[in-house]
C-alpha cells in the first residue's frame, strides 16, 4: 500500500477499534523509549454505604512519574462538607505511592480551581475557551515535597 493512498477518518464516533489500536501503539513506543511500562488507572470514588452505588469521585490515571487527574464530579449535596478534600488527599496519596513526583489536571474557570488552589495546586496556563469568559485553567502539584513529609510518618 502506498502511503500516499491511506483514507482518513472524521469521525465523532470513537469505536473500540480506533481506541486500541492508538492507544496501544502510542503505549508501546512509549514503553520502547522508557525501558519500562507503569501506566495505572486510578479511582477514588465515594459510594453509598448501604447501596454501594457510586456518588462521584475521581478518574486518573499515572504514568512516567506524573499523576492525571482526568475527572472530578460530586453531587451537589455531597459538596461544601470535606469530601472533596478527602477524596482529593487520597487519590494525591495514590500517586505519590506510585513514585509520582508532579500532578497535573485542568479545570475549567466556572468549576473548582479556587478548591484546587486551596490544596496546593497552582496554575501554569490557561486557554480562552466558551462560553464566552470562561478558560481552561492548567494546573499542577508537586507530590515529591509532599512525598517527603508522608516518609516520615
Same mark, same amino acid.
Given at each position: 500500500?502506498?502511503? #500516499?493512498?491511506? $483514507?482518513?477518518?472524521v469521525t465523532d464516533r470513537?469505536?473500540?477499534?480506533?481506541?486500541?489500536?492508538?492507544? =496501544?501503539?502510542? /503505549?508501546?513506543? =512509549?514503553? @520502547?523509549?522508557?525501558?519500562?511500562?507503569? #501506566?495505572?488507572?486510578?479511582?477514588?470514588?465515594? #459510594?453509598?454505604?448501604?447501596?454501594?452505588?457510586?456518588?462521584?469521585?475521581?478518574?486518573?490515571?499515572?504514568?512516567?512519574?506524573?499523576?492525571?487527574? /482526568?475527572?472530578?464530579?460530586?453531587?451537589?449535596?455531597?459538596?461544601?462538607?470535606?469530601?472533596?478534600?478527602?477524596?482529593?488527599?487520597?487519590? $494525591? $496519596? @495514590?500517586?505519590? #505511592?506510585?513514585?509520582? &513526583?508532579?500532578?497535573?489536571?485542568?479545570?475549567?474557570?466556572?468549576?473548582?480551581?479556587?478548591?484546587? $488552589? &486551596?490544596?496546593?495546586w497552582r496554575a501554569f496556563?490557561?486557554?480562552?475557551?466558551?462560553?464566552?469568559?470562561?478558560?481552561?485553567?492548567f494546573m499542577t502539584k508537586?507530590?515529591?515535597?509532599?512525598?517527603? &513529609?508522608? /516518609?516520615?510518618?
Open positions: 500500500m502506498d502511503i #500516499r493512498d491511506t $483514507e482518513i477518518l470513537i469505536d473500540e477499534s480506533m481506541s486500541r489500536v492508538i492507544r =496501544n501503539g502510542l /503505549d508501546a513506543f =512509549n514503553d @520502547e523509549v522508557a525501558g519500562y511500562a507503569d #501506566r495505572l488507572p486510578l479511582a477514588v470514588v465515594a #459510594r453509598d454505604p448501604a447501596t454501594g452505588d457510586v456518588l462521584g469521585g475521581a478518574l486518573g490515571r499515572s504514568s512516567l512519574g506524573l499523576l492525571f487527574l /482526568d475527572l472530578f464530579y460530586l453531587p451537589p449535596p455531597l459538596r461544601s462538607g470535606g469530601l472533596g478534600s478527602r477524596i482529593l488527599k487520597r487519590f $494525591e $496519596e @495514590e500517586g505519590q #505511592r506510585r513514585g509520582c &513526583r508532579s500532578a497535573v489536571l485542568y479545570t475549567i474557570s466556572f468549576q473548582a480551581p479556587k478548591f484546587y $488552589e &486551596r490544596h496546593g496556563g490557561e486557554i480562552p475557551c466558551d462560553p464566552a469568559g470562561t478558560s481552561r485553567i508537586d507530590l515529591s515535597a509532599s512525598m517527603a &513529609r508522608t /516518609d516520615h510518618r
